[in-house]
């Protein structure tokens, strides 16, 4: 490594201001979370280990999803 470079530099992400990851989104306080974040604009990453339930909360929030719900298989 060179003098003066530091390993941060290198780890720098950059990443879309509009998308939310949101765990526990199947339920709860997180599916509350993830419906709030809908209302404020934000495009959702819903995941949860209960397939029914975060199909259902991805199903209200249809048009905000960036990507299709996950669950763990």
């Known amino acids: 490594m060179a003098a003066g470079h530091r390993l941060e530099d290198d780890m720098t992400v950059t990443a879309p201001r509009d998308v ?3 765990t526990g989104a199947g339920g709860g306080i997180c599916a509350e979370v993830a419906r709030g974040l809908a209302a404020e604009g934000m495009r959702l990453i819903l995941v949860d280990h209960d397939a ?3 199909r ?3 199903g209200e929030l249809g048009d905000r999803l960036a990507c299709a719900p996950w669950w763990p298989t």
Do not use: C, M, T
């Open 56 to 58: 259902r909360v991805a």
């Open 20 to 22: 939310a990851l949101v």
């Open 52 to 54: 029914k339930a975060v």
